[in-house]
């Protein structure tokens, strides 16, 4: 079942780092960030954890919970998070199966060859798990900041 706007997220059940276990309902009551992106260790994957690292307590003041998603394994997550210090969890989704269910695998050419690969996307969902705003494609400058004003339009609406 795919993502729709306006729509409840489907039910998922997914590991992160921490030993945290992230589902569709296990975030009730909290604005829910999921930003999926295509590789720990890489230049723009790193630039943008560290953005949403660098105003991770604007997102907790306004209310919302920050997950990381990319396919990589959780040796891969524990080590990215430790180097960056990132305050908030990463979903290892290495089945893609939250990748499907959000519609996040696209062909990319990489060196000239096709491959699958995560489109940067990010997820806004409602503290009552419905799915309010989406962005897909995105480019790492400003895309925090547009997260967090639209996560504060969220609070300023409930």
């Given at each position: ?7 409840p997220?489907?039910e ?56 990381g ?12 998070k ?46 009552e ?30």
């Amino acid at each position: 079942m795919a993502v729709v706007v306006n729509k409840p997220i489907p039910e998922f059940e997914a590991n992160a780092t921490g030993g945290v276990k992230v589902t569709h309902q296990s975030h009730l009551g909290k604005v829910l960030i999921l930003y999926f992106y295509p590789k720990d260790n890489t230049p723009g994957c790193t630039t943008e954890a560290m953005q949403f690292r660098d105003k991770y307590r604007d997102f907790v003041k306004a209310g919302a919970e920050v997950f990381g998603v990319s396919r990589d394994n959780m040796k891969s997550h524990d080590d990215f998070k430790a180097k960056l210090e990132l305050p908030f969890e990463l979903i290892a989704d290495t089945e893609e199966k939250m990748c499907h269910m959000f519609g996040v695998v696209k062909n990319k050419i990489m060196y000239g060859k096709k491959v699958k690969g995560i489109e940067r996307s990010t997820f806004l969902i409602s503290p009552e798990g419905i799915l309010l705003q989406e962005w897909r494609g995105l480019k790492v400058p400003g895309h925090v900041e547009e997260v967090l004003k639209a996560v504060k339009m969220v609070k300023k609406a409930a």
